[in-house]
T-cell receptor, first 114, second 116 residues
Framework: AQKVTQAQTEISVVEKEDVTLDCVYE???????LFWYKQPPSGELVFLIR??????QNEISGRYSWNFQKSTSSFNFTITASQVVDSAVYFC???????????FGAGTILRVKS | EAGVAQSPRYKIIEKRQSVAFWCNPI?????LYWYQQILGQGPKLLIQ????????DSQLPKDRFSAERLKGVDSTLKIQPAKLEDSAVYLC??????????????FGPGTRLTVL
């Protein structure tokens, strides 16, 4: 069975600090997809990134970067120079190849203070 | 392109009452999902439709929850009768292509249900 663990319930940082959100997953499939979504106070989940299990290249998009390590079953998300607008709940999710069923972690609340 | 629309945004009911939520996915999106998000938890899939057929309803409490997508476009989720533990945000999502695990899902703003 697939499972996603986000051990950090809540993180508080001061603006301009870097912050890393951890995600550990479990799956028996060899082909799967990992996602990060952001949920701002408005409630709508916003897609940030997708990674497939055969692509372990790290990705950088502006202040966001993602580190995918199959050896440790982790897909961590780093925000560089955090801003107040980054305050939200961040979810890591896993989808196995045989169906488009997303399994979410419990989420990490990120609070960025000015 | 308009996003996923949901209504109402908020609903407060007494336990044992009935409630219905509506979702209109992004135009042309074949697959529609309903999720339940309890406070402090990640969304949990309730039901997945592909066009107007059910793909997965294994986690839908069928004794009280029902959902339909009659014309393969908009969808309604109903709870009858509601229990206190049904208090949650109900999220609707859609994807353009059916049955592809790599598809990003587009989410609506959700309906926050409070059962008293």
């Amino acid at each position: 069975a697939q499972k996603v663990t986000q051990a950090q319930t809540e993180i508080s940082v001061v603006e301009k600090e870097d912050v890393t959100l951890d995600c550990v997953y479990e799956t028996r499939d060899t082909t799967y997809y990992l996602f990060w979504y952001k949920q701002p106070p408005s409630g709508e989940l916003v897609f940030l990134i997708r990674r497939n299990s055969f692509d372990e290249q790290n990705e950088i998009s502006g202040r966001y970067s993602w580190n995918f390590q199959k050896s440790t079953s982790s897909f961590n998300f780093t925000i560089t120079a955090s801003q107040v607008v980054d305050s939200a709940v961040y979810f890591c999710a896993l989808s196995e190849a045989r169906g488009n069923k997303l399994v979410f972690g419990a989420g990490t609340i990120l609070r960025v203070k000015s | 392109e308009a996003g996923v629309a949901q209504s109402p945004r908020y609903k407060i009911i007494e336990k044992r009452q009935s409630v219905a939520f509506w979702c209109n996915p992004i135009s042309g999106h074949a697959t529609l999902y309903w999720y339940q998000q309890i406070l402090g938890q990640g969304p949990k899939l309730l039901i997945q439709f592909q066009n107007n057929g059910v793909v997965d309803d294994s986690q839908l409490p069928k004794d009280r929850f029902s959902a339909e997508r009659l014309k393969g476009v908009d969808s309604t989720l109903k709870i009858q009768p509601a229990k206190l533990e049904d208090s949650a945000v109900y999220l609707c999502a859609s994807t353009r292509l059916p049955g592809q695990a790599y598809n990003e899902q587009f989410f609506g703003p959700g309906t926050r249900l409070t059962v008293l």
